[in-house]
């Protein structure tokens, strides 16, 4: 059959008409996500002014189809540029919720907006004994180190220690593989130095968002004057969040999980019931960084064995983060109770029992406000954090002061004259694991 000229673009305008409404609705997951990728600076006022920047290119775009979806004092520090690398690999990953809602976003390069589709399926997010989750990377063995950046900048939350690459904490035994093939990440315990110590700190070149994060560790940092963390960033600080997993100071013994995010990511009440969790809400509901001072908001563990002495007396254990469109949540397992399915590799969250920690998507959109993170292992002495509570009492673990049990004035001066009292300033891991989401169709 034989069309005329204004029959096909009669044609042509119907199916425009026909396509152009979803693809603007497809179009417009992606757009949120590269909306809140805007640059940061090296200062709090740039921090506030990009954010700002951020909220403002979103008003002006609305026009255009592209919605408006919507601690410590360490935080602002690691807002620096300097800490990470360009990302040149972001593997796609799928993430299911409750509802049947499955976002999945694909490759994404440094500057370029994720691709992404949206299906929809009456399928639950966990079927009983089965897992939902399949593994992207893992880190473990003789092979640990392999897939991980050394960060060599100044420490952006003033501690007393200079981070070194991989070459100079090799050669200085600061990192190992011991004879369990666990990997060892230390402190330099040198008797005495006249400036800052050297450590490390290292991410992985392997981002993500969205997914399920397994650590196993046997030993972590303790002592007056440590301050270690296991935790996954995004590049642009607070706009792309930071979900601190583990974190402590001194010699604190339970844990601490806090959120740190941009404007508008909350705790919906502070009622643990209501949030059904296992651990105590410290400080507010606001998780907004410019908004409380770099604190987020954090919930601190019921487990005296979950940081410090009591976790390395007792074997370690499991921490797992699960970040999904319900949320995000942390659970602590001792290593005696350990679920089978973690150690087989085929995580099934929804029989882990209450988590320690959860920040619900109703109060903190989990795919607006983190996005591009990497898993951070790093030990930093004194700063702004242990530095500060150096007299202080009051929190688990830490009934008497470090100066009163030092005989110290200062952290700082504490690290630097006293290497053998840092002996415990180092962390064996035994595997980091990376899951992402199967898409249950």
């Known amino acids: 059959m034989r069309f005329s000229l204004d029959s096909a673009l009669l044609f042509l305008a119907f199916a425009h008409a ?91 390069s440094p500057g370029l907006k994720p691709t992404a589709s949206r299906s929809t399926t009456t399928s639950p997010t966990s079927i009983p004994g089965q897992s939902n989750f399949r593994l992207a990377q893992s880190y473990s063995g003789q092979s640990f180190f392999q897939g991980w950046d050394f960060f060599t900048g100044s420490d952006p939350t003033n501690g007393n220690v200079r981070f070194v690459d991989q070459q100079t904490a090799t050669s200085s035994n600061l990192t190992s593989i011991n004879a369990a093939g666990n990997a060892i990440m230390r402190v330099d315990d040198t008797p005495q130095v006249s400036g800052n110590r050297n450590s490390v700190r290292i991410q992985t070149q392997f981002t993500f968002t969205g997914g399920l994060v397994i650590m196993d560790s046997v030993h972590m940092p303790t002592g007056c004057g440590t301050w270690p963390a296991f935790w996954t960033d995004g590049a642009n600080w607070p706009v792309t969040g930071e979900i601190d997993i583990v974190e402590g100071v001194n010699n604190y013994t339970n844990n601490q999980v806090t959120v740190h995010a941009n404007t508008g990511c909350q705790l919906p009440t502070n009622n643990v019931t209501a949030l059904g969790i296992s651990g105590s809400i410290v400080g507010g509901t606001n998780c907004a960084a410019l908004q409380t001072n770099n604190e987020g908001c954090g919930v601190r ?141």
């Open 18 to 108: 026909l396509v152009a409404p979803v693809s603007a609705i497809e179009g417009n997951e992606p757009k949120r996500h590269v909306l809140s990728r805007a640059s940061h600076g090296f200062r709090r006022s740039a921090l506030r002014h990009s954010a700002g920047l951020a909220r403002d290119l979103r008003v002006a775009l609305r026009g255009l189809g592209t919605g408006d979806t919507a601690y410590h004092r360490s935080v602002l520090a690691r807002s620096n540029l300097g800490k990470r690398k360009p990302y040149c690999v972001y593997t796609g990953n799928l993430q299911p919720n409750s509802t049947g809602i499955t976002d999945t976003f694909n490759t994404m």
């Open 301 to 441: 563990a019921s487990q005296t064995n979950s940081f410090g002495e009591p976790f390395n007396s007792n074997g370690g254990g499991v921490y797992a983060m699960l970040w999904d469109n319900t949320g995000v949540s942390v659970w602590f397992f001792q290593r005696q109770n350990i679920p089978s399915d973690i150690t087989a590799q085929a995580p099934v969250p929804p029989g882990w029992g209450r988590p320690m920690a959860s920040f619900p998507a109703s109060g903190c959109n989990p795919f607006q406000f983190f996005v591009g993170h990497s898993a951070i292992f790093d030990t930093t002495l004194c700063g702004d954090w242990a530095g500060s509570v150096w007299t202080a009492t009051g929190v688990p673990g830490q009934d008497q002061s470090c100066a009163q049990r030092t005989g110290v004035a200062t952290c700082q001066q504490f690290v630097q004259q006293n290497g053998a009292a840092l002996s415990e300033a180092y962390w064996e891991v035994k595997s980091v694991e990376i899951y992402q989401g199967l898409n249950l169709l």
